[in-house]
């Protein structure tokens, strides 16, 4: 049977036919697939992504790239099956496949929703505030975030060949950035076939995503400054890469993470008998085998007080022994293979450096995997370490074996949780580390003097693990990252991933050219006088900057006690007349939402019409008090509108329309100030 060559798309074009380097099965050793032997030709491949991508993502606005991202997520995972299908070579089990095919679908469908709830209309992003430069407010400036115009370049790593790839893509294509990825070789097959479907869905536009299998060749030489690389992998290849002599010169932004040293800290207040301490376990051998180890998230080191090593290491090693090893295919299996002879190879050599400083806790000489032909497989069993002086040692702070490995670790809990922080703080920074504890000072004292170390921390108790997503899962709106030997890079972290995309840059003018820019209303901007009420017009006539000053109101002592008497709002201020004198105010006020129901009662356009619902209030100040006798009217203005592609139950379209509200008295005050929320229908 003759082995298929996997090929890489450039250009809008698939390229291979000749067999270079045999992908073989992790789980028996038989040839999957080859990568192609042609090379390529980068400068092509970037030039179509500046030339074609780029302006093809730029004619779809924020909005409109949520969505593809939205129906890309369900393309995909209505073909999940053929995914899970090729996963099996990887040696995955089919729940670490989940990890990597539905956590990639998953995580297009949450950038999808972060694009759809938190971006504008357009390819301009408004970051704010606006802030006033001069006295009398004709100078002002603002922060935008806008497309960089550039290329992005992901590298990735071997053990997630599917959601490593997506959840770069996802915040990349959101921000409107085409990208060139570069999948691990040894499971590349599997990212191929995601990228095929990709392509198929005809979602993208044509040079939005391009696929590179085998090497990077001179890639990197052709980048420019408004590009940016991101790696996952080794610190070591971080580091090379980084100090990439053309990356350097043109100051291409480079983002990284690395493979860490990752702690999980059982606090002195948990002993045997408690149910935090049986989660501390299950939360280690869970990261030991899932994914056979292969985890840049995965605890490496589990650090525990001395008194209760022993019986740390009797539980472990107890539950390590029921996790039965082999073919994924069979039912019985709970954990697979490591990805490739070559990583078992690697993961040997270090849990022998390992060795040198820490004594070994599991038993793998009767090791024997189920299933038929695993003996060719890259099978390696759950190896747990003890090393019982960790202050005298680096190698346990310096060497990864990047697979089913983990080192257990005393600290003298005498002065309380110190030592095992310095401990995790030996690691040089981290993806991420747990603490278990019960105590809520514990946590509180620990979490601040962790976190500068550590890119994402979990405290576990038994409240928390009743639904905890657990140590090793990167959550798509959670920073992904950490410091020092982590990388010191950022992904994920929902709309922070997207901002990583765009490029910064403060804008000064008058409010009305920054009105113009950012394509929202600015106070002290030009506003547009209709005479037709705002709220009387459907989504597409609705001008940003449209305006309305309302009807006068004067504020009586009636209106106090009848909003006290509908909201049981009795607090002093409103109705002790010898209390409130001797306040700084010095006499009654109103309810502060008083003003804004009245504020309502004046701009509100009564009658039926366009405006279908207010959902929301943001950014609300009150400014002033609103005193007996005062009199308060209204402006309301367009400040921003949003169409969010999306028809009502009636299947007429519908947009959102955020209107800024300032509240002003007799003298002219600002006393309330605010944007509300509505949706408004078109026209249909």
Known sequence: MTTPVLQSHIAGRWIGADPAQTLKSAVNGNPV????????????????????????????????????????????????????????????????????????????????????????????????PVLPLSKQGGFAATHILVPRGGVAVHINAFNFPIWGLLEKLAPTFLAGMPCIAKPATATSYLTEAMVRLVIESGLLPEGALQLVIGGTGDLLDRLQGNDIVTFTGSADTAARLRLHPNLVRHSVPFNAEADSLNGAILAPDVGPDDEEFDLFVKEVAREMTVKAGQKCTAIRRAIVPRRHLDAVATKLRERLAKVVVGDPALQAVRMGALASQAQVADVTERVA????????????????????GVAEGAFFAPTLLLCDKPFDSDAVHDIEAFGPVSTLMAYDDASGIDEALALAARGRGSLVGTLVTKTPAIAARAIPQAAAWHGRLLVLDREAAVESTGHGSPLPLLKHGGPGRAGGGEELGGIRAVAHYLQRTAVQGSPTMLAAVTGEYVRGATRIETGVHPFRRHFEDLQVGESLLTHRRTVGEADIVAFGGISGDFFYMHFDAVAAKASPFGKRIAHGYFVLSAAAGLFVSPAE???????????????????????????????????????GPDGVGQGVVAWDVEVTNQDDELVASYDILTLVAKRG
């Open 33 to 128: 697939a080859a990568t192609h032997a042609e090379s390529l030709d980068f400068a092509e491949a970037v030039d179509h992504a500046r030339r074609v991508g780029g302006p093809k993502l730029l004619k779809l606005d924020f909005q409109q790239r949520a969505a593809r991202l939205r129906a890309l997520a369900k393309y995909l995972s209505e073909r999940k099956e053929q995914l899970y299908a090729i996963s099996a070579h990887t040696g995955a089990t089919r729940a670490d496949s989940w990890i990597d095919i539905e956590g990639g679908s998953g995580t297009l469908s949450a950038y999808a929703g972060v694009g759809g709830n938190e971006l504008p209309s357009g390819n301009v992003v408004h970051e704010g």
């Open 353 to 372: 450096q390992l060795r040198g400083v820490a004594s070994l806790v599991t038993d793998a000489s009767g090791f024997a995997p189920l299933g038929d």
């Open 609 to 647: 019409g366009p405006v279908l619902a207010n959902y929301g209030l943001d950014t609300l100040r009150f400014v002033k008090p609103v005193g007996i006798g005062d009199t308060i009217r209204a402006r309301l203005t367009c400040k921003r509108k949003i169409d969010r592609n999306k028809n």
